[in-house]
């Protein structure tokens, strides 16, 4: 071959080779726009961010920026920090049995300050309110292919809704909703309704840092911020780069599905055979979305994004009209990533998280308990594809 059809071929060859090369985590979903990737490209530089007191964080806060918890294997990830959320609950009593401790301070309790509020309150956390009923450790999940998640109608995830039990399977399954009534998604109590929200609330709650949507600082434990405290001028964050930060945690890629070995499609079946579906729903659908790489979509979430009972052993706070043994199907898209699991890492296997199983989950609990070891290994084999 000449030279120049020899670099043609090569050319060629490396473009067939960019064409098959699965999305890798952490990369943006496939299918944008020019524009919609120098967002995420942007975005991801507001996400990789590090702030200081001068540029916004704190007074109180959990860490210096949303890459210091969403970090394993890369930005979106995982992480090893672990936060406190306190509320307290009062089932039966007068108005709703959730108290969220909004005026405590709560439901999350910072871990750290900066120095200045360190000087004038003589604290490095902020207190948990004497009033809650629980203290419950959050660990940082896995958020690739979320924005998929936040593209899901209301309508399918009410669809698995069974509140009563109507199907007699003892898995029953209920909405969460937010004060306004709206149904809610985000967390693992499935409190907020929109990605958006959280995203903004990430930066409130977990960095100190206000934007235009969060324009108010946290107060401590319910008392306001002593004078000179917070220097940076509100919003720390302007409309734009929030909108950046909101633009690459919406358009990062799910993890790709890898290839079934034997053993994992053995275990697929198993999961299946086993009732795991019945709350770990294999695909959702999205309905519209003005970014056409989101819209109508299959996202591989294994989750049904509704509240279950868990039983006493789980249980920690109350969260809404979550009570706290309630939480959220946790999604298994991404759960290769992580190493430890549950929403306190409790568990250290995949094993454990499923003997950990109980209250609605206790039938396919105790019908994998009940598969030959085999069985159980092909059904791990599996979720480590996920
Ligand atoms: C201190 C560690 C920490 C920092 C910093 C942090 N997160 Fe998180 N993130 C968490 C934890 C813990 C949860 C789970 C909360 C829960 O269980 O309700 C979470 C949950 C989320 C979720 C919802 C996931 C779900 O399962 O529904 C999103 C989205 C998210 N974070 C985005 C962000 C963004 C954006 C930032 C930066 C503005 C950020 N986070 C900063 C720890 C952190
Ligand atoms: C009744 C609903 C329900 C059923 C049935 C169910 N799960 Fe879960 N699963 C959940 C909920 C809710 C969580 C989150 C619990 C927590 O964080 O404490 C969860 C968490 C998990 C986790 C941990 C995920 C993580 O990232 O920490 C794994 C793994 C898991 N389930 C696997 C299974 C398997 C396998 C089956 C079938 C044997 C199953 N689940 C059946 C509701 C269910």
């Known amino acids: 071959m000449k030279p120049a059809a020899l670099t043609w071929a090569v050319g060629l060859a490396l473009a067939a080779v960019g064409a098959c090369r699965r999305p890798q985590p952490g990369d943006p979903l496939p299918g944008l726009s020019a524009a919609q990737r120098d967002r995420f490209t942007q975005g991801r530089a507001v996400f990789d961010s590090t702030f200081t007191p001068a540029t916004g964080l704190g007074p109180l806060f959990n860490a210096d920026g949303c890459k210091e918890c969403h970090e394993t294997p890369v930005s979106g990830g995982t992480g090893d920090e672990v936060e406190r959320h306190a509320t307290a609950f009062h089932p039966g009593g007068p108005g709703r049995p959730c108290d969220e401790l909004a005026a405590e301070g709560g439901p999350v309790f910072q871990k750290r300050v900066t ?7 003589n604290i490095d956390s902020e207190p948990v309110s004497p009033h809650a009923t629980a203290i419950a450790a959050r660990t940082t999940p896995v958020i690739l292919g979320f924005g998929l998640l936040d593209a899901v109608p209301d309508s399918v995830i009410l669809s698995y809704a069974d509140p009563d039990d109507r199907n007699g399977d003892g898995i029953s399954g209920r ?152 939480f959220r199907t946790e999604p298994l898209m991404g759960v290769r990533l992580k190493s430890e699991f549950l929403h306190d890492a409790r568990a250290k296997t995949l094993e454990q998280a499923i003997e950990l199983h109980a209250g609605e989950a206790a039938g396919p609990r105790d019908r994998f308990l009940g598969l030959p070891a085999g069985d159980r290994a092909a059904l791990v084999a599996f979720l480590k594809t996920l």
């Open 115 to 121: 120095p200045a509020l360190h000087a004038a309150l």
């Open 175 to 326: 909405p969460n909703r937010f004060f306004d009534g709206r149904l809610g998604r985000f967390g693992r109590k499935a409190l907020v309704p929109t990605l958006r929200e959280f995203n903004e609330g990430a930066l409130s709650a977990e960095m100190g840092i206000t934007s235009p949507a969060v324009p108010n600082e946290e107060t401590v434990g319910g008392r306001p911020l002593p004078a000179g405290t917070d220097p940076a001028p509100d919003p720390e964050l302007s409309q734009e780069a929030t909108d950046q930060l909101d633009a690459f945690v919406r358009l990062l890629a799910p993890p790709a599905a890898q290839q079934l070995t034997s053993e994992a499609r053995r275990g697929r079946e198993a999961f299946a055979r086993v009732g795991c579906p019945g709350c770990h729903v294999p695909a959702l659908r999205t309905g519209d979305s003005p970014i056409a790489a989101l819209r109508h979509r299959e996202v591989a979430a294994y989750t049904d994004l509704l509240l279950h009972d868990m039983g006493p052993q789980l249980a920690d706070i109350c969260l809404g009209l979550a009570t706290p043994s309630e």
